[in-house]
């Protein structure tokens, strides 16, 4: 027997049907009629289809049957498949028969509008509406392109834990659990220790999971739990990494406009922005980006503790916020990676220039029209002495970081690798205002349900 898999057709391939009698399987997204014609717009995760009823041609029965149905009422219709170049996806239904699952009542997300709370509390619920299905849609594209991108360039996905015994990206976001008799344990912040083994083990990997911060950030950008796809590669160093990182998002970005059309009209999206991103993207050090900034006259604007202001010049050493990455990135219309931050304001792995000491061979990618920091990478400490002196420097627990230590004791190798946040380039590329919208059910610290 044909699995429902194969045999029920639905709503984006009624292409494949012109002329014939199909059934939809779907939800009631909206209807309207009047006299002997009603008209249902069906939605089926799918697609939206107009589905049309008109009196003469049907038994009294299903004519009735269909003007019963209200707002996400649940039913099976079948039709003639029609091209309708007028429709919204290209083809109209015309009703035969119709079968109800479920009559729903009082449906709570209407046409009109919902404030943002109300919609959250119902974020179940507000998946269905189309806006939100096209954001969910790009998502999935986004993540099918970065698992098609890894795996067609010869890198193995490699799992890592989330119970931590300890930190990766600083103490003070963790989420902490008691672990039996073991002590405490930390949701992960970041599968890159873990990779970095793994990388050492099949040369080059990616992770891809979703990773905690217990962060107080109330922003558009920040949530307590994403999800971070983290490759990382033996012998490659900070160039290779940023190669790679190009190569990553211009994949993606391209593959969303070659796949996501109706969801990026859907969504009213500027393509023209995105059709831009190619490569080579723009590059800066942070040396330059901080002259740069002085040099534009873009201050410092620090709060003092009597409540007034300050503007100061940029000063070299402190690390940029949103108000210094969004001033660099509007002379440009593609990605720009800042790279060689300063070693004291970035992570304890990370390598120091030996050109520099000062520096880190750090580097974030900003993504343009207020998109902010979508990758965070480096290429990592590989000399025991040097990483040992830096978990005392940042008094992390020698012992918990003795595994990641042996990386540096047997085969040592330069190695690079970085961190793209799912969500952050979600919301890049659909346009989405706030991050709570690309993700199904966000967490963040006013929200957990649902
Ligand atoms: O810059 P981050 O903190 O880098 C790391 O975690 C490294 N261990 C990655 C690596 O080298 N393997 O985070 C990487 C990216 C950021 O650029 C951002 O896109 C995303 O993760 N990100 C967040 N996204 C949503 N909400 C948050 N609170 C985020 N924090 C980071
Ligand atoms: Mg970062």
Not at 245 to 265: G, H
Request: charged share 25%.
């Amino acid at each position: 027997m044909a699995s429902r898999y194969t045999s029920y057709l639905t709503i984006e391939r009624l292409g494949t049907a012109v002329g014939q009698e199909v059934t939809l399987n779907g939800w009631v997204y909206d209807t309207t009629g009047k006299g002997k014609l009603q008209f249902v717009k069906l939605r089926d995760g799918s697609g939206i289809c107009q589905c049309v009823a008109f009196k003469p041609n049907l038994p009294e029965e299903v004519f009735e049957n269909i003007r019963s149905l209200t707002q996400e009422s649940s039913v099976s219709i079948t039709g003639t498949v029609r091209e309708e170049p007028r429709a919204p996806g290209g083809y109209e239904l015309d009703i035969t028969g119709v079968k109800i699952h479920q009559i729903a009542s009082d449906y709570p997300i209407t046409p009109k509008e919902h404030g943002i709370e109300f919609l959250m509390e119902h974020r179940h619920l507000w998946l269905r509406s189309a806006r939100q299905h096209a954001i969910m849609r790009i998502r999935s594209a986004v993540v099918k392109a970065i698992r098609d991108f890894f795996d067609g360039n010869g890198f193995r996905l490699m799992d890592s834990p989330i119970l931590t015994p300890n930190a990766c990206e600083g103490t003070s976001t963790l989420f902490e659990t008691e672990y039996f008799d073991l002590g405490k344990a930390y949701l992960s912040q970041s599968g890159q220790l873990y990779a970095e083994a793994t990388a050492m083990a099949l040369g080059r990997v990616y992770t891809f999971g979703p990773t905690f911060r217990a962060e107080k950030s109330k922003t558009r950008r920040h949530l307590t739990e994403f999800w971070m796809v983290e490759p990382e590669m033996a012998y490659f160093d900070l160039n290779d990494d940023m190669d790679l990182a190009e190569d990553l998002v211009e994949y993606i970005v391209q593959y969303c406009l070659k796949t996501c059309q109706q969801e990026l009209a859907t969504l009213g999206r500027d393509i023209s922005k995105l059709e831009k991103v190619r490569r080579p993207f723009h590059r800066m050090s942070y040396s330059e980006a901080v002259e740069w900034l002085n040099k534009n006259n873009v201050k410092l604007i620090k709060k003092n503790a009597d409540g007034t202001e300050s503007q100061t010049d940029f000063p070299w050493g402190e690390d940029f916020g949103a108000p210094q990455e969004e001033a660099i990135m509007e002379q440009f219309d593609k990605p720009c990676i800042i790279h060689r931050y300063p070693a004291e304001v970035k992570a304890f792995y990370m390598k120091r220039d030996p050109e520099n000491m000062k520096v880190a061979l750090a580097m974030d990618m900003l993504a343009p029209e207020g998109a902010g920091e979508i990758i965070g990478g480096s290429q990592r400490e590989d000399n025991y002495d040097v990483l040992l002196e830096r978990v005392h420097h940042e008094n992390l627990p020698e012992e918990a970081f003795q595994w990641y230590l042996d990386l540096r004791k047997f085969g040592s190798v330069p190695h690079s690798g970085f961190g793209l946040g799912v969500e952050r380039t979600v919301k890049w590329i659909s346009g989405a205002e706030h991050i709570r919208e690309v993700i199904p059910f966000p967490r963040m610290i006013y929200r957990i349900v649902p």
